[in-house]
């Protein structure tokens, strides 16, 4: 089952962000990555307030826009066909 969520993305610290209904396979957890379309930013969810009662939304979603070459930089078990160490959070 889908979940409609209310998704508060920002682009930078201090940014105003921006607000708007979405609908996901299911809701995004904190730490997880989302992206809006198959050509936009990716943005870290860092926030997930769950609306468990009769409400539009299924919860709202906070995410900061990240860079995604960094995080797969960082975050692959493998860069250029070698097994990394996990990196400490």
């Given at each position: 089952m889908?979940?409609?969520?209310?998704?508060?993305?920002?682009?930078?610290?201090?940014?105003?962000?921006?607000?708007?209904?979405?609908?996901?396979?299911?809701?995004?957890?904190?730490?997880?990555?989302?992206?809006?379309?198959?050509?936009?930013?990716?943005?870290?969810?860092?926030?997930?307030?769950?609306?468990?009662?009769?409400?539009?939304?299924?919860?709202?979603?906070?995410?900061?826009?990240?860079?995604?070459l960094?995080?797969?930089?960082?975050?692959?078990?493998?860069?250029?066909?070698?097994?990394?160490?996990?990196?400490?959070?």
């Amino acid at each position: 089952m889908a979940a409609q969520v209310f998704l508060h993305t920002y682009d930078a610290p201090g940014a105003e962000p921006r607000n708007e209904g979405r609908v996901f396979l299911r809701l995004p957890t904190v730490g997880e990555y989302v992206t809006l379309s198959p050509t936009s930013d990716w943005y870290e969810v860092t926030l997930v307030v769950h609306c468990p009662f009769e409400a539009t939304y299924a919860a709202e979603v906070y995410a900061r826009r990240v860079d995604h070459l960094e995080v797969v930089k960082e975050r692959a078990p493998y860069v250029h066909g070698v097994a990394t160490k996990k990196r400490a959070r």
